[in-house]
Nanobody
Framework: QLQLVESGGGSVQCGGNLRLSCSAS????????VAWFRQAPGKEREGVSA??????????VYGDSVKGRFTISRDNAKNIVYLQMNNLKHEDPAVYYC???????????????WGQGTQITVSI
């Protein structure tokens, strides 16, 4: 059974850094498109970053609001996808979700598997 588990959330001061991890069971993440989404209270879920499978060249895309600050990466040996978040801003707090799909990658919500989410808060 496929399961995605996010970790690494928490509270950080504005300008600080956090790294989120998405671990999977039942799926090799290097053989899937994997993405990070976030949803803040009262807002729609938005795509943060995505990475394609290895066969697809591990292409990467970022949402405009996080370009230059966030970095997605994958450790194939550990079957984990990371989201390094630097210079966190007051607009970044949200629940961050990991998602995966065998035949899709990108920032649309077309993923078949989702984690439960991890909360990020940013204090001024």
């Amino acid at each position: 059974q496929l399961q995605l588990v996010e970790s690494g959330g928490g509270s950080v001061q504005c300008g600080g850094n956090l790294r989120l991890s998405c671990s999977a069971s039942g799926l090799a993440l290097d053989d899937a498109g994997v993405a990070w989404f976030r949803q803040a209270p009262g807002k729609e879920r938005e795509g943060v970053s995505a990475i394609s499978d290895v066969r697809g060249g591990s292409r990467i895309v970022y949402g405009d609001s996080v370009k230059g600050r966030f970095t997605i990466s994958r450790d194939n040996a550990k079957n984990i996808v990371y989201l390094q978040m630097n210079n966190l801003k007051h607009e970044d707090p949200a629940v961050y979700y990991c998602a995966a799909a065998p035949n899709y990658w990108g920032l649309h919500q077309l993923y078949v598997s989702w984690g439960q989410g991890t909360q990020i808060t940013v204090s001024i």
